[in-house]
């Protein structure tokens, strides 16, 4: 499967974007899918996750502000992002996986398939 992450851009402290993840290439409806990020001299961290099921998870410091939505007849994975804050900013990938299990769901060593990432710059 291929993913192609969009929807990054500028935006103020405190505003909103959303990002999407399109898959190609085979359905996507059997794979958890996963956001990450990764700001300049700093490792990537997890986002958020979505299962086949639709449950979802967030890292503690996203919880209220991020949100992952899954369209699967559009094979596309969201991430709404409120109330930005300039340590927001990074480049933030999708990945996805059909195997991962829970308890490994927030490991990035675990997603098989990337998408290339797209930059997310919140400016105070």
């Known amino acids: 499967v291929q993913l192609q992450a969009s929807g990054g851009g500028l935006v103020q402290a405190g505003g909103s974007l959303r990002l999407s993840c399109e898959a190609s290439g085979r359905s996507f409806s059997n794979y958890v899918v996963g956001w990450f990020r990764q700001a300049p001299g700093k490792e990537r961290e997890f986002v958020a996750a979505?299962?086949?099921?639709?449950?979802?998870y967030y890292a503690d410091s996203k919880k209220g502000r991020f949100t992952i939505s899954r369209d699967n007849a559009k094979n596309t994975v969201y991430l709404e992002m409120n109330s930005l804050k300039p340590e927001d900013t990074a480049v933030y990938y999708c990945a996805a996986d059909q195997s991962i299990i829970m308890s490994s769901i927030s490991s990035s060593q675990y997603y098989d398939y990337w998408g290339q990432g797209t930059l997310v710059t919140v400016s105070s």
């Open positions: 979505i299962r086949r099921n639709g449950a979802t």
